[in-house]
C-alpha cells in the first residue's frame, strides 16, 4: 500500500498541535517539499503568556487567538485538521482520530500540556486553571461575578468569602493571577463599586515549594515577594492544600516548631496555578515517559526507535542538557525544537542524519500586576518597572508579530493606562431554553433609600 | 414609613435597564438632586445595531459591549444593580427582585425585549435569535463549525446541508445576517479552506411579508434585495416558516394559481431574525398593553394613572404619533425618550407639568454585507456603497462616542480592509470536568495524501 504514495506523492508530514511548537513546525516547513496537515481540537491558536489577562478582562479572548487557519491561509502546502486525536500507532505510522483516521510519513507531536490536579480531578470544578480561552473566560466570570454580589452581600461572612480570592501555584501563572486580581480589586472595584471598601479585598498566594517562580534566581524570587505583599498579596510557602470545595480551602502549613498546622480558609474564589501534565494521549505512543508523564526524547528530538517522529514542547522531557535536568515548559524551548525538527525532516528526506537540538536561552521573565516584574538573562537581573516594561515590549512585539493586529496594542494599551477594561463582561454560555436556570439569589438590593458609599 | 424619607432624602430614581433608553435616562439625571439605581440583569450595556458582527465574527463582543459600572463609573449620584426583576407593584412603587426588593420614587421602565418564537418557543434551541453575547456567540460557533465539518464532510448531502444557512426573517437583523454569511464564505471559506468550494454556499432569507425591510421605502427595499442577490443570497418573500429541526425548516408559500407549496430546505444553520416581543416583565405592570404585549403610554411617557413611573423603548407602544403607528423599536426612539422623562422628572420634582414626548426622525439604514447598504433620511435616498460608508460613519461615530475605545475602530477597520477575522474563535462554555462530552463524529479525516484543492 505505502510503496505507490511515497513514489507518487510528497511526504506527509502530520503535526499534532497548534501551539507555539506545533504552529512553529508548520511555518519553518514552509518551503519544504512535503504535505503538511496540522491537526488540533481547537480551530485557535493561543497566545498563553497573556491567557491570565483574558481571565482578569484585560485583554478579549479575540486579541490572544487566531484562527489557525489564517494564521496558515498563505501557507499553501499546509491544511488545518479540526480533530480530536485519540491514540498514535508509532509503527503502522498512524493516528486514530475520534472520527477517522490519518497517516503520516514524519510526525511531529506537539499537543501541550493540560491542568494537572495531582490525582485531585474532584478540585478542577472548584478550582478552574489556566490553559484555554474557557478557563480564561470562567475565571474572569468567577471573579466578576464575586465582586458584584460583594456589592450586595448582607451577610458580612458572605461578604468577606466574596472578597477572598485564593490562588493555588507560585508558578509564573498563579503569580500573575494573584497580582492581577489584586490590583483589579485596588482599581475597578475602588472606581466603580459604590458599597464594598476594595481595602477588604483579600488574595492568597499559596505555595507549597520554599519559594515561588523557583525558575529563577533565588534573589529574584524573594523580590516577587515583595512585590506580591506590595499589591496586597499573600503568600504563603511551604503551604499545601489538603482540600478545596465550594466554601474554600484547607492549608496545611509547618509552624515554627514543625508540627504541620492545618488552616480553613473560606473563600468563594480558589484558582488553580499549580500544574500541568501532558495530556493522556503519551500513553498510547508506548515510548518511555518520566515522572510527570512527559515523552523523554533522544538528543535530535525523535521518539526512541522511530526516526520518522518527533517531539517537541512542553509535553516532552528533554534530558540532554548540561546539567541533565529537563528544559522549562516555555515558549522559546518549543519554538527552537520545531525549527531543529524541520530541518531534520528536509536532512532526512536527503538521507542526511537529523540535527542535534541546542537550547538557546534567551532568558526568562514574569510579570505582577501593573507597573512589577521580574527578569533574568544571562548575567542581567530586572526587577520593577524597569523588567515590567521589558516584559511589555517583549509580550506586545510577539504577539504583534504572530497577530500583526494593531488592535491589540491599542485594546492593550488602553485597558493598562485607563483602567477602564472592555473585556470585563460577564456572560455565560448560551443555553437551550430548557436549560436556563434563574439567578442565584444569597445577594439583597440594598435598603431603600441606602445612600451610596461614594457619594457619602 | 415614606415622610421621613421624602424629607431626609434625596428622591429615588429606579431605572429598569441599561440599554439604549436606560443608560441616556441615567446619563440625562447626571445633574439632578435625585439618586438613580440602574437595575440590569447583564452587567453590560450592549451596542445592538453590531451585535451580528459578533455573530459573524467580524468583531470580539468587548468591542460592542461596556460594563455598565464602567459606563456610569464618574456619575456619583448613579448606582449599579446587577439584579433580575421579576415583578412591579406601582401601588406601592416596589420593584420585586429574585433576592430582594426595590422601592423607588420614579420609575424608568426600559426593559426592551427578548427573541419571540411566535408561540413556537421549541424553535429556539434549533434557530437562535440574536439578542445577546451568549446569542452571538453561538451563532458564531455554529456557522463556523459548520464551515469546519464541510470541509471534512464525506457525504455530498451531509456537505450540502452543513453548507446551507437559512435566516428567518427580513428585517435589519435577518437581512444583516444573510449578508454576511455571504461574505464570510465568499472570503474566508475561499482563502483558507481547501477541499470546500465556497461556491457551494447557499444563503437562504425567508420573509413572511411581501417585502424586507418594511419600515423603508418599497423602492428601497426592492434595491436591497437586489443587493443580496448580488451575493447570492436566495430572497424568498411571502414564505411561511411551518417547521423547525435540527436537519432544517419546512416553508410554506403561495404559488402563482394561489396554491399553498410546502418545501423542506435541509440546512444545519438555522438563524432567528424574525420577531421580537417584550418581556413577560410587562403583564405584571396591570396596565393596558397592544396586541404586540408592549406597555400603552401616555404622550408623556408615563403609566396610565401613575405620574411617577415612565415607560421608554421597544418595550413601549407609542401611539401618540401623526398617523397614530406606533413608533419603530430603534435606538434614537429610545435615547429622545430618556432626555424627555430625564427632563420630566427634573420638572414634577419643582411641581411643574411633564413634558409631552416628539419623536424626531433622523432616518433609518440598514447594512447589506461589506460595501452595501440602504439608507432614508427625510427625502434622501440612498443605496449600495454611498449608504454603506454612511452607515459605517454614523455607527463607528455612535459606538466610539460610548465606548470612547480606539481598538473598536481598529478591529473594525481590521477585519473589513484584511478580511482576516481576529474574533473567529470557535470556542465553547467552560464546563465541571464530567458535564465535558466528546467532540461528534459524521465528519472525517483526510484520505491520507488526500491533495489538498488550494495546492492542486
Known amino acids: 500500500m505505502r510503496e505507490p504514495r511515497e513514489q507518487k506523492r510528497l511526504p506527509h508530514v502530520v503535526i499534532l498541535g497548534a501551539g507555539f511548537g506545533g504552529l512553529t513546525a508548520a511555518q519553518s516547513l514552509r518551503r519544504a517539499p512535503v504535505r503538511v496537515t496540522v491537526v488540533d481540537r481547537r480551530n485557535h491558536h493561543l497566545f498563553q503568556p497573556l491567557l491570565y489577562q483574558v481571565a482578569m478582562a484585560g485583554l478579549s479572548p479575540a486579541d490572544i487567538a487566531s484562527p489557525i487557519r489564517s494564521v496558515l491561509r498563505g501557507q499553501r502546502n499546509a491544511t488545518v485538521l479540526l480533530a480530536e486525536v485519540t491514540s498514535i500507532d508509532l509503527e503502522r505510522r498512524v493516528l486514530q482520530l475520534s472520527d477517522g483516521t490519518l497517516e503520516y510519513d514524519y510526525l511531529i507531536y506537539a499537543p501541550g500540556t493540560q491542568n494537572s490536579y495531582f490525582g485531585h480531578d474532584e478540585w478542577e470544578r472548584f478550582a478552574p486553571g489556566l490553559k484555554s480561552i474557557e478557563d480564561a473566560v470562567e475565571i474572569r466570570r468567577r471573579v466578576l461575578v464575586a465582586f458584584e454580589r460583594a456589592e450586595r452581600a448582607i451577610d458580612d461572612d458572605e461578604r468577606k468569602r466574596l472578597l477572598t480570592f485564593v490562588v493555588i501555584g507560585g508558578g509564573p501563572t498563579g503569580v500573575e493571577l494573584a497580582g492581577a486580581i489584586a490590583e483589579l480589586s485596588k482599581t475597578v472595584l475602588a472606581r466603580e463599586f459604590r458599597r464594598t471598601d476594595p481595602a477588604r479585598t483579600k488574595v492568597i498566594l499559596i505555595e507549597a515549594g520554599p519559594r515561588i517562580l523557583p525558575s529563577f534566581d533565588e534573589e529574584l524570587s524573594l523580590r516577587a515577594v515583595d ?181 491589540v496594542m491599542f485594546g492593550w494599551a488602553y485597558s493598562y493606562f485607563t483602567y477602564k477594561r472592555g473585556a470585563r463582561l460577564i456572560t455565560d454560555h448560551w443555553k437551550p431554553p430548557e436549560e436556563r436556570e434563574a439567578p442565584q439569589a444569597s445577594v439583597r438590593a440594598p435598603i431603600a433609600g441606602e445612600r451610596p458609599r461614594a457619594s457619602a
Open 227 to 407: 512585590q506580591l505583599s506590595d499589591l496586597g498579596v499573600d503568600v504563603r510557602l511551604g503551604a499545601r492544600v489538603n482540600a478545596i470545595d465550594q466554601d474554600g480551602v484547607v492549608i496545611a502549613q509547618r509552624a515554627a516548631d514543625g508540627r504541620a498546622e492545618t488552616e480553613r480558609v473560606e473563600a468563594r474564589t480558589v484558582l488553580w496555578g499549580a500544574g500541568v501534565a501532558p495530556t493522556p494521549l503519551a500513553k498510547t505512543l508506548g515510548v518511555p515517559l518520566d515522572r510527570g508523564g512527559r515523552v523523554i526524547v533522544e538528543p535530535d528530538l525523535t521518539l526512541p526507535g522511530h526516526r520518522e517522529a518527533f517531539a517537541i514542547g512542553d509535553a516532552v522531557a528533554f534530558l540532554h542538557t548540561p546539567d541533565g535536568k529537563p528544559l522549562p515548559g516555555v515558549s522559546p524551548v518549543a519554538m527552537q525544537q520545531a525549527r531543529t525538527v524541520a530541518r531534520s525532516i528536509v536532512r532526512a528526506m536527503h538521507g542526511e542524519a537529523h540535527e542535534r537540538f541546542e537550547y538557546f536561552d534567551k532568558g526568562t521573565m514574569a510579570t505582577i500586576g501593573r507597573k512589577r516584574a521580574i527578569a533574568q538573562t544571562g548575567a542581567l537581573r530586572l526587577t520593577g518597572f524597569a523588567a515590567w516594561l521589558t516584559w511589555l515590549v517583549v509580550h506586545i512585539w510577539y504577539l504583534i508579530g504572530f497577530r500583526n493586529r494593531l488592535a
